[in-house]
């Protein structure tokens, strides 16, 4: 099980703990996500830590479908990919229209649909084919009769130093991670509950593999945890009931609220339909109170040591082959130690 680790997207401290990735490196850390909510851009960040590392992955950890267009995802990877020697995964994801209709003024339409023709523009433009490609959504050259008639196609003027960069998917709805399973090489879903995850994605997961290309090789899931481990580290689970109330409550209208919907089919339908309630009336300390304490529990890495180890193993046992977690401790000293305890419970599974 590799270990991967989130990079804040907040301005404070970034270039501080990029400073000290040279220490995560030493103690094992795998790969390192930075997201791109309506923040920073995720590229910039990157770009700097493929500059300051040398042996660690780096993902965007994701990069929204809407924000690019599919050639200019696809040329961010492969020159993400160059700057770091090799070591860039694409993360990408279709987010939700609180974000994409809301921020960056797009609708919000076809998320499949488009999801299923970046990736395959991406890979035509790594291996440096001459790009035609006539879509539902995307077509390129554009014909005479939508564009000045000039258009001729175009391949990558660089040769990429992959022609097979890694993609990354954030799913969590039925058909989407179905589809994750049939053409990505990582599927990252959030709000990672190892004992639902079978019930709630099994047969989505199990469809896409039937048809999975083997040339793929095997699906990488990625789950997401904040991770805080001791005997007095429980407290710390009340550090993500924000969040989740954000996602759970706030994160798109009643009946378009993806992540709503996934605590729903979790079974927590009551909660959910309230912490909606209440965030979208504009009560979201309420709305963190009805996070469910389970859930919390269930999605994390946080209590004693032997409490970690046996949600590590809940983790391994549901399929997880990477850990995306969130390290809480009050310095960098504290945040090492973390990632050193949590790869050497891993590598014991």
């Excluded at 048809?211 to 095997?218: K, N, S, T, V, W």
């Excluded at 378009?256 to 309230?274: I, T």
């Amino acid at each position: 099980m590799r270990i991967g680790m989130a990079l804040s997207y907040s301005d404070g401290g970034f270039k501080q703990t990029v400073e000290e990735l040279a220490d995560f490196e030493k103690a094992g850390l795998d790969v390192v996500y930075v997201a791109e909510a309506y923040s920073f851009d995720a590229v910039s960040q990157l770009g700097y830590i493929a500059a300051k590392t040398r042996r660690l992955e780096i993902a965007s950890g994701i990069l929204q479908l809407y924000t690019r267009t599919p050639t200019l995802m696809a040329m961010t990877a492969a020159g993400l990919d160059f700057v770091s020697d090799g070591r860039f995964t694409l993360g990408i994801g279709a987010s939700g229209p609180q974000v994409i209709e809301g921020f960056h003024g797009v609708p919000y339409t076809a998320p499949l649909g488009r999801t299923r023709e970046i990736i395959e523009i991406c890979r035509k433009v790594w291996r440096r084919e001459l790009l035609r490609h006539e879509g539902k959504h995307y077509t390129m050259p554009l014909p005479a009769d939508r564009g000045t008639g000039l258009g001729k196609p175009l391949k990558l003027i660089n040769h990429p130093v992959r022609a097979d960069i890694p993609i990354m998917v954030a799913a969590i709805g039925p058909k989407n991670v179905e589809q994750t399973a049939e053409i990505a090489n990582a599927w990252e879903p959030i709000f990672y509950m190892p004992e639902k995850a079978a019930d709630v994605w099994g047969p989505s997961l199990a469809a896409g593999k039937a048809r999975r290309d083997p040339a793929l090789g095997e699906l990488d899931v990625v789950g997401q945890a904040a991770l805080a481990i001791g005997d007095d580290a429980h407290g710390f689970l009340e550090f993500g009931r924000p969040m989740a109330a954000l996602y759970i409550g706030g994160m798109g209208a009643k009946g378009r609220n993806f992540y709503n919907d996934l605590a729903r089919r979790y079974g927590y339908e009551k909660e959910a339909e309230e912490i909606q309630d209440l965030y979208l009336d504009g009560k979201k300390d309420e709305a963190a109170a009805k996070v469910p304490h389970e859930l919390l529990e269930k999605i994390s890495l946080v209590g004693s040591a032997g409490h970690v180890r046996e949600r590590l193993a809940a983790m391994k046992e549901s399929g997880v082959t990477t850990l995306n977690v969130t390290p809480i401790a009050g310095d960098h000293k504290g945040r090492l130690a973390l990632i050193e305890q949590v790869k050497e419970m891993a590598a014991d599974l």
